[in-house]
């Protein structure tokens, strides 16, 4: 692998409201999709390998920028935020002041929404880049924010919770590559604005 490009999700009703989204499925919204378009610059060299979260915010993202041959990896999902899931990060203070996500982490869910840790996530981000590093030429990632963010610290050998200082908007792109053999970030959190 020589560049991996990371796309994360366009805008969706929950993101654009500060609501913690890790396993509840939501589609684009109308600017979300708006986003996803403008990725499509970006994609306009085949890639090697493209790997795409299962939840629809993500494979629609992916579409609309133009990866259309892409393979659903569950390892994309985002972070399993358990009894935190659909709130945002103002209502849990109110139980839990002063919470934050990379400290603090989240309570259990129900069934569906188990939650995760930070070092949870990892494993999965380290099976991603295992995979990403195993591929000729150019790998291409859809998926989600605090997800990515974990990756990109793992990929810098990082201890997850470092991702925390890598914030990452709805509809941006990164690149993860290589100076003098050693991983870096080449560009992070670029709007389309910036290609």
């Not at 992916?62 to 945002?88: F, H, S």
């Not at 982490?105 to 494993?123: F, K, L, N």
Request: with cysteine; hydrophobic share 40%.
């Amino acid at each position: 692998m020589n560049e991996m490009l990371l796309l994360r999700h366009g805008e969706t009703e929950w993101s654009k409201a500060g609501r913690h989204t890790g396993r509840t499925d939501l589609p684009l919204t109308e600017h979300g999709e708006e986003q996803a378009r403008a990725l499509a610059p970006l994609v306009k060299e085949p890639f090697d390998l493209v790997l795409v979260s299962p939840a629809q915010r993500a494979r629609r993202t992916a579409e609309l920028a133009g990866l259309t041959d892409y393979e659903v990896d569950p390892d994309l999902w985002e972070w399993d935020y358990g009894g935190y899931e659909g709130i945002t990060t103002p209502d849990i203070r109110t139980t839990r002041p002063g919470w934050y996500l990379w400290r603090d982490g989240v309570i259990p869910g129900d069934a569906e929404h188990p939650g995760e840790s930070a070092s949870e996530v990892a494993v999965r981000a380290d099976r991603v880049i295992g995979r990403a590093r195993a591929a000729e030429g150019r790998v291409a990632l859809v998926a989600h924010g605090h997800f990515l963010r974990v990756l990109a610290a793992r990929w810098l050998g990082l201890a997850p919770e470092e991702g925390r200082l890598l914030k990452l908007d709805t509809g941006t792109y990164s690149r993860l590559g290589f100076e003098h053999a050693e991983p870096v970030l080449t560009t992070w959190n670029a709007p389309v604005s910036c290609v």
